[in-house]
């Protein structure tokens, strides 16, 4: 170090204010009100400690411009703080299950009943005789009802039901799955994984694009427990391809008196062909076709909360229900109230109507563009216009996502931004900035807006995010 940082640097020393000085400021004051003292205090001590270690490199600074500088540093490392979190955002990139975004958004029903239940609620009492219920009882009967099951059974999420089935009914022993079911979804649940985990050993059959009966046949043993179907969600196979059924398999299982157990991932409750998603299994139909077992999600298709909803024989849910994993894998009070609410509307027959995740699949492309033409409309009008950006309405496709019905892209009406002075990725960051976070896409070296997933009372808060200059630039 020179001589003179090094005179610098003992000086800035006894410029650095003391956690009791930096406590006392506006900044530190405003943020103990959401904070509190004692953690505003620990903020305080960290940034003073931060900037002692950068004195060498600093210039001779005064007082007043020391505890200025570690003012705002204590702002930031605040700032930063408050965007971690779980946070509402508004979803503009028209993937409608979107895992890193919370998959499904719930029905106002459904917030409701959350609500509701966050106080004491009736999770295990029984209301009629003032004795303790069955938790789930409820939420039960509804799968029942809307699956054709025998019985039903819900725990945390779907990879907790399938490593629960897989667990009590094939430890020890061997499961049988063909080549072309052994996927990966969502880079953290691989069946391969979740079946030696479960202590099952894996037997896998036939070809990634073809598997037939006789494969199966062959590969049976003494050991083998269970035949494993998985819905291979997140991908397809296409052109030289062969599965037997699940009726087939079911058939085929039951005659070497083994289970079947088939993983419907997002599985659809009532049939979504009409919209376009042909592809993915209909529960009910499942479990008409003889499957002992299923497992979809709560969070995906569904439309409701992160749960795992096993359905199937009463014999075989029984056994889980008495397994001591049940305990392990319960559910909370929440998601049974989500569930309910949400399972309500398919049995009344208004799902396409309430559920957020229905609506957006249901939402034409004709109805996007007109929604689309309002909205900058409105967006062009109004008080704060913005000139410097420019808006253009591009066809586009949004994504079902959650891997669900893969190569299904639905058609929408897409809103590209671009700024005479910002770069996309400038635009996409200040977006992701404003207040809710706006989430958009980049294509093709614009920033995209797909309304789709944009419901319809949080469109004034995206013209907001749009509108508002960003902090450095106001009144400028
Ligand atoms: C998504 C998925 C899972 C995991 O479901 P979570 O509810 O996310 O735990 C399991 N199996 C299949 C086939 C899936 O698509």
Redesign the pocket.
Known sequence: MSPVRAAASKQNLRMLPSVDELIRTATAIGIAESAGQVYTAKLARRVIDEYRAELSSRPEMSKAEVLAEIEKRLDHAWQREQLTGTRRVINATGVIIH?NLG?APLSANARQAVADAAGYCTLEYDLDTGKRGRRAARAEKQIVELTGAEDTLIV???????FFVLTVFAAGGEVVISRGEL?E??GD?R?PD?LSQSGAELREVGTTNRTKLADYEKAITERTRLILR?????YRIVGFTAMPDAAELAEFAHRHKLIIYE?????AIVDFADLGLGDEPVAAKSIESGVDII??????LLGGP???IIAGKSELIAKLRNHPLYRVLRADKLTYAAVEATLAAYIRGTAREEIPVMQMLSQTSESLAKRVQDFVERLNKGPGKNNAFKLEVVDGQSAIG???APGVGLETSLIAITHSKMTPIEIEKRLRASQPPVIARILDNRVVLDLRTVPEEDEPDLINAIRSEPPGERGG
Do not use: E, M, W, Y
């Not at 497992?295 to 995906?300: A, E, H, L, P, V």
């Open positions: 895992t998959r945390n999420n779907c990879a907790a039901a399938a996927v979804i969502g649940f069946i979740v998985v819905h291979p969600s997140n993983d419907l991932g997002s599985g497992t979809f999600s709560g969070d995906k992160q749960a795992g959650g891997g669900a």
